[in-house]
């Protein structure tokens, strides 16, 4: 199952709160689409998700500085 | 059970944790800690397990706050001189956390309340300044079968260690209370005041990890630190089988407050 967020009027560290929270709600396997900001959250979320354990799958640009992060729980 | 907003941004460094996270954060909120002692130890244990959001606090002190107390009863303010402790300290944590319940309990931890008290909570922080108390604080939490964390200071030195059952206790340790005036007490010895702080903050951390179920505790061992040259050493015990309240007979079935010297000060 697909679960999204969006992170992207957080600011470090609820930036990666805020996505630790729904990846504690989903299954295990399940994925979730976070939608974030270029630089800090692009760079940390997936670094501390991997840090913890998760799987980081995929980052794409939605437009201009806006981009989704998949991570499998 | 859920957090709010609120607190998502106010636990939200625990909540980074791995070994905390989200579920961890509600074990916290969860938690129920009783805190023997709201002075020298158990000001900054009542503090620091307030501000993590231990969701039950219960205090018992029968003392009202007197100006020596302030040097390291950090809960305690200058205003507070002539107020029960309890109250004081009840006053402090909804300060800092109003999500936290705390129970007030003014009188003194006595054989007549010991069990009846200790059974409503998860961990027994023993905050106490006298021996008598201390035996029956391990007394008590070994007969219902709590997790404790024991705690002194004098001078510049520390000792703690944690027991939860199956595990040594005081009396493992140390099998009765010291003779009269061989050990004084800190009114009489005096203790530099940041050492209670170094001393109730382990506690506190203590009682968090046991509620999480994280890392290791201080089960079977003692750590004593000197704080003048900053060091700490970690004495392993063991349980005693022929330990008076824990072993495989025990001679303590029924909980006595022993005596001990009563301190010259106090008796001015």
């Not at chain 2, 029960?84 to 006595?110: C, G, L, M």
């Not at chain 2, 061989?182 to 530099?192: D, E, F, I, K, M």
Request: hydrophobic share 40%.
């Amino acid at each position: 199952m697909i679960h999204t967020i969006d992170i992207t009027k957080e600011h470090c560290p609820m930036t990666f709160v805020k996505t630790k929270i729904k990846l504690a709600q989903i299954a295990q396997g399940d994925l979730l689409e976070v939608t974030l900001k270029a630089g800090e959250p692009l760079e940390n979320v997936p670094r501390s998700a991997a840090e913890q354990g998760f799987i980081v799958l995929e980052t794409k640009q939605l437009h201009d500085d806006v981009y989704q992060v998949t991570i499998q729980k | 059970m859920d957090l709010t907003e609120q607190q998502i941004e106010r636990y939200s460094r625990h909540i980074l944790l791995q070994q905390v996270g989200y579920e961890g954060q509600l074990k916290i909120a969860q938690g129920k800690v009783l805190i023997i002692g709201a002075g020298g130890l158990g000001a900054p244990a009542a503090l620091y397990l307030a501000a993590a959001g231990v969701g039950t606090i219960g205090i018992i002190d029968a003392d009202v706050v007197d100006i020596t107390n302030l040097q390291r009863q950090v809960i305690h303010h200058t205003p507070d001189i002539g107020v029960p402790k309890v109250t004081s300290a009840a006053n402090k944590i909804a300060e800092i956390n109003p999500d936290v319940r705390v129970i007030q309990y003014h009188s003194w931890f006595n054989p007549d309340n010991a069990l009846q008290i200790i059974s409503d909570y998860d961990f027994i922080i023993d905050g106490t300044d006298n021996f008598p108390t201390k035996f029956l604080i391990n007394d008590a939490c070994v007969m219902v079968g709590k997790a404790f964390s024991h705690g002194g200071i004098l001078r510049f030195e520390g000792q703690t260690f944690t027991h939860i059952p199956g595990t040594a206790c005081y009396r493992c340790i140390f099998p009765k209370v010291p003779p009269k005036n061989l050990v004084p007490t800190c009114s009489q010895a005096g203790v530099l005041g940041s050492i209670a702080g170094m001393l109730g903050t382990i506690q506190a951390t203590e009682a968090l990890k046991y509620i999480l179920g994280i890392g290791d505790l201080l089960t079977n061992k003692l750590l004593v630190f000197n704080a003048l040259n900053m060091q700490f050493r970690t004495v392993p015990v063991k349980k005693n089988d022929n330990c008076p309240v824990c072993g495989t007979n025990p001679s303590i079935t029924e909980l006595v407050m022993e005596e001990q010297a009563v301190c010259e000060l106090k008796t001015k």
